[in-house]
């Protein structure tokens, strides 16, 4: 009968004739969960949010409320507001605009909200690339872990087609 490893060190030896010293940390991270029974642990997303802090999180809303169609629409409007209320209905009312044109006031707002928008975009940008590589390696530890169970399967149908060879041939050795 074909012995079951049962630890991650046996499983090493039999599956890929290594030492388990030997073998990469991912390696050994999917024969100890082969060995225990275990599925693959939590997914991409779910271990990049155990890791997020406050700032991350913040990071990653700011850059998808500042990429959206919706924010560049309402900004536009925003914008247009600025310029017809700076310009022709401050003006119609007899009162002096508070940011004349050429809109020096609002050039200096758009200038400040790009100097804090693009650094904490890129922040996001880098978490996802984070997040990438966790599923990155997640993905390979599925596949190893697939790789690993078909060896695992394959020797055992090799142990019994050796086993039914074995009993067909002392069967056969008994009619004659």
Same mark, same amino acid.
């Given at each position: ?11 090493? +030896? ?7 010293? &030997? *073998? ?8 100890? @969960?082969? #060995?225990? $029974? #275990? *599925? *693959? ?13 406050? $700032?991350? %999180?913040?990071? &990653? %809303? ?7 169609? $919706? ?55 880098? %978490?996802?690339?984070?997040?990438? @590589?966790?599923?990155?390696?997640? &993905?390979?530890? *599925?596949?190893? %872990?697939?790789?690993? +169970? ?11 087609? +050796? ?14």
């Amino acid at each position: 009968m074909l012995k079951t490893p049962r630890t991650p060190e046996e499983l090493c +030896e039999e599956l890929l004739g290594r030492k388990f010293a &030997d *073998v990469d940390p991912e390696e050994q991270r999917v024969l100890e @969960r082969i #060995s225990s $029974g #275990s *599925v *693959v642990g939590p997914d991409a997303l779910e271990e990049a949010a155990l890791h997020a802090s406050f $700032g991350d %999180r913040l990071a &990653d %809303r700011v850059a998808a409320i500042g990429g959206s169609w $919706g924010f560049i629409m309402g900004f536009g409007v925003v914008l247009l507001a600025w310029m017809l209320v700076n310009g022709r209905i401050l003006d119609s009312l007899g009162l002096r605009p508070f940011d004349a044109y050429p809109y020096i006031f609002l050039n200096l707002i758009l200038s400040m909200l790009a100097a804090i928008q693009a650094p904490v975009i890129m922040m996001s940008q880098n %978490r996802q690339a984070a997040r990438d @590589r966790i599923s990155a390696r997640h &993905d390979y530890e *599925v596949n190893l %872990r697939t790789q690993l +169970e078909l060896i695992r399967l394959h020797k055992r149908f090799d142990h019994l087609f +050796e086993y039914l060879e074995a009993r067909a041939s002392a069967e056969a050795g008994e009619e004659t």
